[in-house]
Every structure is written in structure tokens, then in C-alpha cells.
């Protein structure tokens, strides 16, 4: 690997970069962490509904767009401290936090043992693990050590293990391991190996900064990583960003194009694509480009890459956070802090006034 540049080095001092580049590898341990593990479910559930937030909640997210057409049952993501009324006995519970201390994810703990709800869990320990061995609830260790955003597949691969477990979805190893070696190819082109222009992921970055980014996608499947990359602009890149998809975005949101202005100007839209991507979704998203490009923003589209729907959408969640790297390096900031969020934890905890 090439050493990164002096000045972006001392900017990322905490590492996003080589987190980053180690995503392959956290692919393969997760893949023999799951191979190891034997989910214990005591029922066939009528819905999956995983209990977490920020950065823990996208691979559930991301699980309900990779298997839209397969599963058989809902699978839910309940950002809440309450679980909806349709998620009872019947159901499972997965509460997953990386930390083990997220305030939400242990009220839907606790909430679903009173309920007697069925639950596992997937977590680093803290007080969720310290919960689940005290009361006898099976649960996914993953390492820790690394901020939750950046161990996204440390928590998406048990997820579709759990999945398969239940009979909802095939096998996911070998489609990993695609995506591990297609991860591994990203390094080469999209990591600090590859210069400007030829890294297609430095030069977008170096188009989008400045401007506000509006990510679009097809909503079945890409949805989850168009909200994947504007989660990662929040955090690495320290930027607010929009997502939206289609055919949604097209019944409101594009009106709010109509009256070109400074905002337009200023504006880029960040248009991901995916092979299944059906021919009315591919259509409407080339209208919505063209109709952004009439009214001054600037367009730029991302395509996946790979065989297998997990390698195609781990290439994009891959991109994203590359992009998120280096506009973060171009805009002069450490990826890895998130002070906000440290502060409004902080203040969330004091008695209130």
C-alpha cells in the first residue's frame, strides 16, 4: 500500500482509512465468527425485527433491500425505544448495538423481555451482553474496538446468517467471499494507491466538494445505501447530505427543483446504479438527472460492481465510504471523531433543567 499523503496522514489520525481498507478481512472473520456460531431460535417467527440505531440498524436495512424479493416474512428495523404493537411473541427480537450501551437498543431489550418477545442479540458486549448472559439470550460477539460505522459488516454478516438459519434466505458464505475479493479490487482503485484522476472515487470527491450532495437510487434494493452514504458524508466527512429514492422522490421531491436558485447551484445529485435496477426505476432516474442537470446541479452516477447481489451492494457501501474518506481529507478533518454526537449523548444524560 501506498503511504497517504503527509498532510492527509496527520488528518487521519485515528485510522478511518485503514478501517476502511480493511474490509475484506472483516468480511472473512465475520464469515468464520457465523461458522462458529449457532443461532438458537425457538420458533419459526411470522416477522424478524432488529432493534438498533445509526450505525448497528444499516445492515438490517440493508438486508431487507438485498432480499426484498426472497424473504418471506417482514424483517423490521425499529429505531424506537418501544417495539411496534405487531412485533409480539410471535416474532424475534434481534437487538443489535456495538457498543452494548446504546440507550434505545437496551430500552427494546428490556421491553421484549416483559413482552416475552424472543430475542438474540449482536453486539461487542457492554451492558446488552452483560443482559443476555445474565438472562440466557444467545447472542453474536463481534470485536470491538472500532467506531460502529466502521464495523459494518462485523454485524451485516451474522445478520444474513440468522437469515439463512431460519430457512428465510440460501446460504450467504459463498456470496461474501465474492464480495470480500471484490472489496479487495476496490482497495487497488479506490485507496491511496491510486492517485488522482485515475481513482474514480478521489475525483468524485474532489467534484463534490463544496456542494451539497443529493443521493438518489432505486428504492427496493439500493435504498439502504443511499442512506448508507449519506450516513457516512454525516459522520466521516462531517457534511449534511440527502437521500431519497425512486419512484417516491418523483410524487414530491422533484418539485422542489422547480425554481433554480443559489441552493441548485450549489447542489450536485449522486445517482446509484445497480443491474437489477428494473427498466421503469432506470427510466424514472434518468429523467430525475436529466430534470436536476436542466435546473443547474451537477450530476455524477456510481454503479455496482460484482456477480452476487451482496458483493454488488457491498461495492457500493465500499465506494461510499471512500468518497466520505477523501471529502473528508479534502475538507480538512479527522473522519473518525463524531463530536456532535459525544456532545448531544453528553447533555442527553444531565438532569434535565
Not at 17 to 25: N, T, Y
Not at 49 to 67: E, F, H, P, R, T
Not at 120 to 146: H, Y
Request: hydrophobic share 45%; aromatic share 6%; proline share 7%.
Amino acid at each position: 500500500m501506498s503511504p497517504l499523503e503527509p498532510a492527509y496522514a496527520a488528518l487521519d489520525a485515528s485510522g478511518m482509512l485503514a478501517r476502511i481498507m480493511g474490509q475484506p478481512e472483516q468480511i472473512e472473520e465475520a464469515l468464520a465468527r457465523s461458522a462458529a456460531h449457532r443461532w438458537h431460535v425457538p420458533i419459526a417467527p411470522d416477522l424478524v425485527a432488529v432493534g438498533a440505531l445509526g450505525g448497528s440498524a444499516i445492515g438490517a436495512d440493508l438486508c431487507a433491500g438485498l432480499y426484498s424479493d426472497r424473504l418471506p416474512r417482514p424483517l423490521l428495523t425499529v429505531r424506537e425505544y418501544r417495539w411496534p404493537a405487531c412485533v409480539g411473541r410471535a416474532s424475534i427480537a434481534v437487538l443489535s448495538s456495538y457498543s452494548g450501551n446504546t440507550e434505545e437498543t437496551l430500552a427494546l431489550y428490556r421491553e421484549a423481555g416483559m413482552r416475552g418477545i424472543p430475542r438474540v442479540a449482536i453486539t461487542t458486549g457492554g451492558a446488552l451482553a452483560e443482559a443476555c448472559e445474565r438472562d440466557g439470550v444467545a447472542f453474536a460477539r463481534m470485536p470491538g474496538g472500532s467506531p460502529p460505522r466502521a464495523a459494518l459488516f462485523a454485524s451485516w454478516v451474522p445478520l444474513t446468517h440468522l437469515l439463512a438459519t431460519l430457512g428465510w434466505v440460501d446460504d450467504p458464505a459463498a456470496d461474501w467471499r465474492e464480495a470480500a475479493a471484490v472489496l479487495r479490487q476496490g482497495n487497488a482503485t479506490l485507496g491511496p494507491d491510486a492517485k488522482e484522476p485515475a481513482n474514480p472515487a478521489r475525483r468524485l470527491a474532489a467534484a463534490l466538494h463544496g456542494r451539497m450532495i443529493f443521493t438518489y437510487a432505486a428504492s427496493e434494493r439500493l435504498g439502504a445505501v443511499a442512506t448508507r452514504v449519506r450516513n457516512q458524508l454525516n459522520e466521516n466527512a462531517k457534511l449534511l447530505g440527502h437521500s431519497a429514492v425512486v419512484p417516491e422522490l418523483n410524487h414530491n421531491e422533484i418539485v422542489g427543483w422547480e425554481r433554480p436558485g443559489a441552493v441548485h447551484a450549489l447542489a450536485s445529485v449522486l445517482i446509484l446504479h445497480d443491474r437489477e435496477d428494473t427498466a421503469e426505476v432506470t427510466r424514472r432516474l434518468t429523467l430525475t438527472a436529466d430534470y436536476a442537470r436542466e435546473q443547474g446541479a451537477a450530476v455524477h452516477e456510481v454503479s455496482s460492481r460484482g456477480e452476487s447481489r451482496i458483493a454488488r451492494l457491498a461495492s457500493l457501501v465500499q465506494f461510499s465510504d471512500y468518497l466520505s474518506f477523501w471529502l473528508a481529507m479534502r475538507g480538512g478533518v479527522d473522519p473518525t471523531p463524531i463530536a456532535s454526537i459525544d456532545t448531544f449523548k453528553r447533555r442527553l444524560a444531565e438532569p434535565p433543567r
